[in-house]
């Protein structure tokens, strides 16, 4: 009888290992699908946006289908356990992770470097209706172009503590065997 315990003990796949508690790989790796669609919805925006730099949209949409491959493939690997998704899992997350990171320093780059607009007119007196609420449409522009930038960089700064938690995950799942 202990024979047969011990062949289905060695043939279990290995899977990724809890890290703490509270800590569930699957929901983790949900929340790493969402964030990537997040990105990959505000490529659209940053495309329109970005006027300093020209390709600042294909770094929202990069790292976004990264993330959400990387979240698939620990989704995948929970839900039918191998030694090779869980491997793949690790790479993507570490790939997704790398990306990340050089998208922080980008999206800072993009909100310190603020592309150079003509400065609107002194609204007349005597004309009510030249902008309401005396508002500049560059104003409007650098403030939208802002508010983009820090949702990319709020994003990218979960997805990196997201990715972490996934990679590390899996990597102690792979040094178990």
Same mark, same amino acid.
């Not at 770094?59 to 289908?65: D, E, M, Q, T, Y």
């Not at 050089?102 to 980008?106: G, K, P, S, T």
């Not at 470097?113 to 609107?120: Q, T, Y």
């Given at each position: 009888?202990? !024979?047969t315990q011990?062949?289905?003990?060695?043939?279990?796949p290995p899977?990724?290992r809890?890290?703490?508690?509270?800590y569930d790989?699957e929901?983790v790796?949900?929340i790493?699908?969402? @964030?990537g669609l997040f990105q990959? @919805?505000?490529?659209v925006p940053?495309?329109?946006?970005s006027?300093? !730099?020209?390709? +600042?949209f294909m770094?929202?949409?990069?790292?976004?289908?990264v993330s959400?491959?990387?979240?698939? +493939?620990?989704?995948a690997?929970?839900r !039918?356990?191998?030694?090779?998704? @869980?491997?793949k899992?690790?790479?993507a997350g570490?790939?997704?992770?790398? +990306?990340?990171l050089?998208?922080?320093?980008?999206y800072?780059?993009?909100?310190i470097?603020?592309?150079?607009?003509?400065?609107?007119?002194e609204p *007349?007196?005597e004309?009510?209706?030249?902008y309401e609420?005396?508002?500049?449409p560059?104003?409007?522009?650098?403030h939208?172009n802002n508010?983009?930038?820090? @949702?990319l960089?709020?994003y *990218?700064?979960?997805?990196?503590?997201?990715?972490?938690f996934?990679?590390?995950?899996?990597?102690?799942g792979?040094?178990?065997?």
């Open positions: 009888m202990s !024979t011990t062949a289905s003990v060695d043939t279990v899977k990724s809890r890290l703490f508690r509270l790989p929901v790796a949900v790493a699908i969402l @964030l990959v @919805l505000l490529a940053t495309y329109n946006i006027l300093n !730099t020209t390709f +600042l770094c929202p949409l990069s790292v976004g289908c959400v491959i990387a979240g698939s +493939l620990s989704m690997s929970e !039918t356990p191998s030694r090779q998704l @869980l491997k899992s690790m790479f570490l790939a997704s992770l790398g +990306l990340a050089i998208a922080v320093f980008l800072g780059y993009a909100v470097n603020n592309p150079v607009l003509p400065h609107c007119p *007349d007196p004309v009510t209706h030249f609420n005396n508002t500049c560059r104003d409007v522009f650098l939208l508010a983009i930038s820090g @949702l960089i709020f *990218d700064v979960v997805a990196l503590a997201v990715h972490c996934l990679s590390y995950s899996a990597f102690q792979l040094k178990t065997l």
